[in-house]
């Protein structure tokens, strides 16, 4: 684990000077910026023309952050990928990298550009902050020089990392976060162990990580559950994959879950499903875009609580499984039936009437769905499934997954595959499943890709129920479980050197999947 550090007495005196200033609330902003690419990637480009295109790219960011400064926000982050794309291999990356120092060197790039060597990028970066009073995240690329003789150092003799950096409303450096779960990345280099980075402000604490990182333990439980930070922010380049896991869905679902405010900028990019960002609380979305119309950025903004923990809005623990282990099971129909949802084989039953209460169960996993629908429609079927096991071709994640979901057809081999649009609303829900695992997260879409905030909750016994009458037409309601010590790659707090070999056979196997158009 690899924590940041600061000494006792520098930390106590910024510890005071935090309470002194301290705020109830705060303007955040994220922004969704839709990714000026570089027209070839085959071979290098010179620095000069990596620097024109990463500073064209500023320039659209620019105008949101003075946008959002003009707004009162104290914090923006924009997306991972947002200066220069994707699509590289190490050699063709290099001229975009920078050098980026640890934040202990106490360093505003704004007022002293040249000290750490050529770094233009950061040093716009930095007064972009400054020039603003607003504290700025990017997602730029570090280089590492390494010793050529160790085995680990890559041919060119740099490391190469994904990174996020952190400006505040002074310029300076106040965090740095190499990301850890690459996600078909080749030109970027995975850290030796997971990065734990937070950093301390008037209006609370941070956790930092990035896309992919998102559904692993580490970095990401453990910045909330023993960190304690009060807000993740999380710039990603997240491709939509319906039913479970487009990005306004599952990363609300995730701040609910863990009870965490969680701050998403997402690029945009309609022909790689690539839209989706968002603002959202422990209790429910602040504010959320999703957009695949048009190749348009999008500001959002947003006022958050610093310290959600003390708020009355803030959601009770939950016992995910409580009310399912102490119920008798409601009948199993005999019409079950196996279908996938991506590469998984999930257990379904039909919802044949207009209300009912029934039970599937895969394995140890038993989920349980009373419901009453409004008027059901004749063209539209919805059934319930249940998932337990390693997920995807990898089989190395393992999920609890208990969902209602809309078919995309009537014919019932259709069901799992993605749907947009929905006509059925129901009266009442009630989802629960007999879930192994803490970390469960409650998603619920509507149709057209929407969100429904304030018209569901989770009580403390683990059911997720509708409230306040009626629901919009329902794509899904799911609860998804994440049961990480199951995790045939888990070391909770860090990875080992002895485990990059099948971290380089991860990365191999997320690109095969990528190829057949299958997120995870």
Not at 35 to 52: C, G, H, R, Y
Not at 148 to 157: E, K, Q, R, V
Not at 381 to 386: E, P, Q, S
């Amino acid at each position: 684990m690899i924590t940041s550090s600061f000494p006792t007495h520098v930390a106590v005196f910024a510890l005071i000077s935090l309470r002194v200033g301290a705020l109830d609330t705060f303007v955040a902003a994220v922004y969704e910026h839709a990714v000026i690419l570089p027209k070839k990637t085959e071979t290098p480009v010179s620095q000069d023309d990596a620097l024109l295109l990463m500073n064209k790219n500023i320039d659209i960011l620019e105008s949101a952050i003075k946008q959002a400064a003009g707004k009162n926000a104290r914090i923006i982050v924009t997306p991972e990928d947002a200066l220069y794309g994707w699509k590289f291999t190490r050699e063709t990356i290099f001229p975009y990298l920078e050098d980026i120092p640890d934040p202990q060197v106490n360093w505003i790039p704004c007022q002293d550009p040249h000290r750490f060597g050529h770094t233009p990028v950061q040093a716009r970066l930095s007064c972009l902050a400054k020039n603003n009073s607003i504290y700025v995240l990017a997602n730029i690329g570090d280089k590492k020089p390494c010793n050529s003789h160790d085995s680990t150092c890559p041919h060119n003799g740099y490391y190469q990392y994904n990174t996020n950096v952190v400006y505040d409303s002074e310029g300076k450096l106040v965090a740095r976060y190499h990301k850890y779960h690459l996600y078909s990345e080749p030109q970027f280099d995975v850290p030796e162990k997971p990065e734990l980075v937070t950093f301390n402000t008037t209006f609370g604490k941070f956790g930092i990580f990035t896309c992919f990182d998102i559904l692993f333990h580490d970095p990401a439980v453990t910045l909330v559950k023993d960190f304690h930070v009060d807000t993740i922010l999380f710039p990603t380049a997240w491709m939509n994959v319906l039913p479970l896991l487009t990005a306004i869905e599952f990363h609300s679902a995730w701040a609910m879950g863990m009870r965490v405010n969680l701050l998403v900028a997402n690029t945009h990019h309609v022909s790689l499903n690539m839209t989706g960002s968002g603002i959202y609380a422990p209790h429910s979305p602040k504010v959320y875009h999703y957009d695949m119309e048009t190749d348009l950025g999008k500001l959002l903004l947003s006022e958050v609580d610093s310290h959600p923990k003390t708020s009355s809005s803030y959601p009770t623990a939950v016992n995910w499984s409580a009310y399912a282990m102490a119920i008798r099971p409601f009948s199993v129909q005999k019409d079950t039936f196996r279908g996938f949802i991506s590469r998984d084989e999930f257990n379904f039953t039909e919802l044949f009437e207009n209300a009912g209460n029934i039970t599937i169960c895969q394995k140890e996993l038993c989920c349980h769905l009373s419901y009453r629908i409004l008027e059901k429609e004749a063209d539209e079927i919805y059934v319930l499934g249940a998932f337990t096991g390693f997920h995807g071709r990898r089989r190395r994640e393992y999920w609890q997954v208990c969902t209602m979901l809309k078919c995309k057809t009537t014919n019932l081999t259709t069901c799992g595959q993605p749907v947009e649009t929905a006509s059925t609303r129901f009266e009442m829900f009630s989802l629960s499943g007999t879930f192994g695992t803490e970390y469960v997260f409650p998603e619920i879409l509507l149709t057209e890709i929407h969100l429904s905030p304030g018209k569901f909750e989770v009580l403390k016994d683990g059911r997720l129920v509708n409230k306040n009458g009626l629901s919009g037409p329902i794509l899904t309601v799911s609860l998804f479980g994440r049961w990480y010590t199951k995790d045939t790659l888990y070391k909770s707090s860090g990875t080992s050197n002895s485990a990059i070999p099948y971290l380089l056979i991860f990365i191999v196997l997320m690109i095969a999947d990528l190829q057949n158009i299958v997120l995870l």
